[in-house]
């Protein structure tokens, strides 16, 4: 369907446009003026930190989470002659993945950046989200290679149906049907289905790559013809940029090639940062923050690694804190409790001191009586026994409260006197 991954292009073999392969070099090549006409390519990579799975991955891939819906096999859901069949099991899907639910993420809205330094050509996407738009992109700086749900209409007919209904229809999971009476027929998005065409603003400018002078290609596989032919139409010299998790295409092969494998999120971010634009970036990406919080993809998938660490450290810290804050009552409380304490070990020290005094006089409980009879002494000595047990073990716990509040009133006065 795609294209295999070529050969990287050999080390010592210098750029005929960038000083290097490297950040650095794409850097000074955008500073410098030379980069006025960006194309970018994306697919489904730079949003599924959005929430959105993608569709291929194994495990986690929209295709490997299906069985729900008790498909054929999982791509019947994005098939025209099964949709004729069976409609329902999309409008379920669309449900889920509907716009209006998801946040742009930091990589849309790089995108929306570019379009407002007036450096955006075009950007070519494969996903069907409408997150593009949602960033604040125009509509016509943007080529849905597999259509979307911005617009729909009916199967038959091709007469459009109004955004409000069709948003209706897939909140209450309704499969619409076309207005016109004598149609009937049945409507959906203008995605792009297994055994359709695509759209022809796609055709139309299949070969405008060849005006970019500087192409960005992001989270994308390049496994689906058409669109994963598009970075070879830019001109050689024209430095190729891949943000992306893999090597991919023909992406590398070129000596003005520059890969940035990793996150896309993460790259774009380093990106901005070394240009200088992090601080607007970040305010672009906030105008897309919800009011009602009701979009998902506000937690881990929009954040950095770093980012969400700082924030755990900083809750435990908080939690921590609060767990071993003691109020001045309670240490009050506690300072009294030991000061009994106190007492009673120098009393039961004293009794200790007593008992090993020596000599034949000891100090008995009152309730032992000692009898003459040989019968009667065994019992006496055995409660004897008794009675000191209890006594020591009383004082034991005693000591070892003690200590535990010691501890505990050194550490409340030692964290108040920083």
């Not at 959105?52 to 986690?60: G, L, M, N, V």
């Not at 304490?341 to 005094?357: E, M, P, V, Y």
């Not at 032992?368 to 006496?380: N, Y």
């Amino acid at each position: 369907m795609g294209q295999e991954s070529s050969a990287l292009v050999d080390e010592h073999t210098p750029p005929r446009r960038l000083k290097a392969r490297s950040l650095d070099a794409v850097v000074k090549y955008i500073k410098d003026g030379h980069a006025r006409n960006i194309v970018v390519m994306t697919g489904a990579g730079i949003s599924t930190s959005a929430g959105i799975p993608d569709f291929r991955s194994p495990t986690t891939g929209l295709y490997a989470n299906l069985a729900r819906l008790n498909l054929p096999y999982a791509e019947a859901v994005f098939d025209i002659s099964y949709f004729r069949t069976n409609p329902e099991p999309f409008y379920a899907l669309a449900h889920e993945i509907y716009p209006g639910k998801y946040r742009p993420t930091i990589s849309h809205s790089f995108v929306r950046l570019l379009f407002e330094k007036g450096l955006l050509l075009k950007v070519f996407t494969q996903n069907i989200d409408c997150l593009e738009r949602e960033a604040g992109v125009p509509d016509d700086k943007i080529v849905e290679a597999h259509g979307s749900f911005a617009r729909q209409c009916c199967i038959e007919c091709k007469t459009p149906y109004p955004h409000d209904l069709m948003k209706e229809a897939i909140e209450k999971r309704n499969v619409p049907h076309c207005l016109t009476p004598q149609c009937n027929g049945l409507v959906k998005p203008e995605i792009v289905f297994f055994g359709e065409g695509l759209p022809e603003e796609f055709h139309k400018n299949r070969a405008l790559p060849t005006a970019a002078d500087l192409c960005i290609v992001m989270g994308t596989s390049l496994s689906v013809q058409p669109f994963a032919s598009l970075p070879d139409f830019c001109s050689e010299g024209v430095p190729r940029v891949l943000l992306n998790l893999e090597h991919v295409g023909s992406l590398g092969s070129r000596p003005d090639d520059v890969l940035l494998l990793g996150d896309c999120d993460a790259g774009v971010r380093k990106l901005a940062s070394a240009l200088g634009w992090l601080e607007e970036l970040e305010a672009v990406w906030i105008q897309t923050s919800p009011d009602d919080g009701t979009k998902q993809g506000e937690t881990t998938p929009i954040k950095s690694k770093d980012e969400i660490l700082e924030d755990e450290i900083a809750k435990l810290t908080k939690e921590v804190d609060k767990s071993l804050q003691i109020s001045s009552i309670h240490t009050a409380s506690l300072r009294d409790d030991l000061s009994e304490i106190q007492k009673k070990r120098l009393h039961a020290n004293a009794i200790k001191g007593t008992d090993s005094s020596g000599g034949s006089s000891h100090s008995y409980p009152s309730d032992v009586t000692i009898s003459s009879s040989t019968d009667q002494k065994k019992p006496a000595v055995d409660d004897l026994q008794i009675s000191r047990s209890k006594e020591r073990t009383a004082t034991d716990v005693g000591e070892s409260k003690g200590s535990l509040l010691e501890h505990v009133l050194s550490h409340n006065e030692g964290k108040s006197s920083l």
